[in-house]
């Protein structure tokens, strides 16, 4: 389910807040964080460079699409973002320890 950093997430802890979402009530802090895109506007991606300067953020990002919002948010945040095909994201399960490819 795609994510919406500005409204769907808490900064200071990185739980996702949206009760509507997969993740909901779920903290992201220090783990992978793996969703098809990014939606919402690009005001986000300051989202996810407060998530980091809170010590909240992710420690990298697996997306289908890396849309402006995500892409420019682990730019300014430093978050390792990596971009799966089809075939990759779909066999990936919850859980799953991974490691990104430098």
């Given amino acids: 389910m ?5 409204g769907a997430v808490d900064k200071k802890t990185g739980e996702v807040t949206d009760s509507g979402h997969d ?7 220090g783990k992978i964080l793996v969703f ?19 010590g909240s953020a992710p420690a990298g ?4 699409k890396a ?20 075939t990759e994201y779909d ?3 919850d859980g799953e320890q991974l490691r990104l490819p430098a």
């Fill in 67 to 86: 849309d402006l919002t995500v892409a420019s948010g682990c730019a300014l945040a430093n978050i390792p973002l990596y971009v799966a095909d089809d």
């Fill in 91 to 93: 066999s990936l399960a």
């Fill in 61 to 64: 990002m697996v997306c289908k």
């Fill in 23 to 29: 993740l909901h009530g779920r903290s992201f802090k």
């Fill in 36 to 54: 098809p895109h990014g939606v919402g506007s690009s005001v986000g991606a300051y989202t996810i460079y407060s998530l980091a300067s809170h």
């Fill in 2 to 6: 795609p994510i919406n950093f500005l």
